[in-house]
């Protein structure tokens, strides 16, 4: 059984800073990419940032600059540090753990709220 776990979600004022993070453990190998994806209410899930296992990094437009994601191979862990939160980044985030050859795996989400 494969669990994905995130932490680290919160209320944080315009402007401020939060750090998510998310491990994955259980039955799980080949890891090739680990992201971060967020929905707002009444809004599609998107991608925020992800990673592939050689580094190779991706951010939505919008948070370039001020979002940076990175992870741990050995201990299946990615990371996303937040700067410079504003309202529109409110939004559940989720993590997702994609693999070779036993397919993708979503933790349960984390609520982000920039509100002052």
Known sequence: QVQVVESGGGL?????????SCAASGS?????VMGWYRQAPGKQRELVAD?????RTNYKDSVKGRFTISRDNGKNTVSL????LKPE??????????TVLT??????GTQVTVSS
């Open 81 to 84: 540090q937040m700067n410079t």
């Open 51 to 55: 990673i592939s296992n050689s580094g």
């Open 89 to 98: 980044d409110t939004a559940v985030y989720f993590c997702l753990v994609q």
């Open 103 to 108: 397919g993708d795996y979503w933790g349960q």
């Open 28 to 32: 799980i190998s080949s890891i090739y």
């Open 12 to 20: 944080v004022q315009p402007g401020g800073s939060l750090r998510l």
